[in-house]
């Protein structure tokens, strides 16, 4: 299997008041196509900190995270936001679906920002996969903490990226 996501000698330092914290010392790591990998560390080791870097939404401090033989930390903010929304879906550990849209317009959001329209077979096809038929007019502040899951796992599984990011499977520690 080929690799899609390269990640070399990555290192990340947080400057904070009370002096440096160094949350990733020297990560490299191969990730294979239509590979699934769990990071598993004890809470503060680093794991949200990778998975920014591994999806583009933070820089490394130094280290190169390469995707289809682009260094992604190289680009530049905005064409960074681009590549991101077009190869990339993320799951928050705080989910972060926007509050002002309903769940059809939280999960379309990021074609919507591209400018491009929903498949409706797939789309209707990822919403009944997760049982979402039905709640797609609710807007997040109705929804029980499993669905708005639910409709974030739907807003990346629906836009066919190549890699999907999850902060917390469903909440769970990890
Ligand atoms: N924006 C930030 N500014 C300063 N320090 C940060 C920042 N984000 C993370 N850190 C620090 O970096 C280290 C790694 O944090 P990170 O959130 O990546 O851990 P984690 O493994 O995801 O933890 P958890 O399991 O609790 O989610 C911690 O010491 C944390 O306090
Ligand atoms: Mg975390």
């Known amino acids: 299997m080929s690799v899609l996501i390269s990640a070399k000698e990555i290192h990340k330092v947080y400057n904070v008041s009370a002096g440096e914290v160094s949350a990733l010392r020297?990560?490299?790591?191969?990730?294979?196509?239509?590979?699934?990998?769990?990071?598993?560390?004890?809470?503060?080791?680093?794991?949200?900190?990778?998975?920014?870097?591994l999806g583009g939404l933070?820089?490394?401090t130094s280290g190169s995270v390469f995707i289809e033989g682009e260094d992604v930390c190289k680009l530049s903010d905005e064409?960074?936001?681009?590549?991101?929304?077009?190869?990339?879906?993320?799951?928050?550990?705080q989910y972060n679906l926007l509050d002002e849209y309903d769940v059809r317009n939280n999960i379309c959001m990021p074609l919507k920002l591209d400018k491009r329209k929903p498949d409706e077979n797939f789309y209707r096809e990822v919403i009944g996969m997760l049982g979402l038929e039905g709640k797609t007019k609710k807007y997040p502040s109705e929804l029980s903490g499993g669905r708005t899951a639910e409709g974030c796992y739907c807003q990346v599984g629906h836009i066919k990226t190549e890699a999907y990011y999850c902060g917390r499977a469903h909440g769970e520690s990890g």
């Open 58 to 60: 933070d820089k490394p």
């Open 26 to 53: 020297g990560i490299s790591y191969d990730f294979e196509e239509k590979g699934f990998y769990a990071i598993v560390g004890r809470s503060g080791s680093g794991k949200s900190t990778f998975l920014h870097i």
């Open 79 to 93: 064409k960074r936001s681009v590549f991101r929304r077009r190869h990339m879906g993320f799951v928050f550990q």
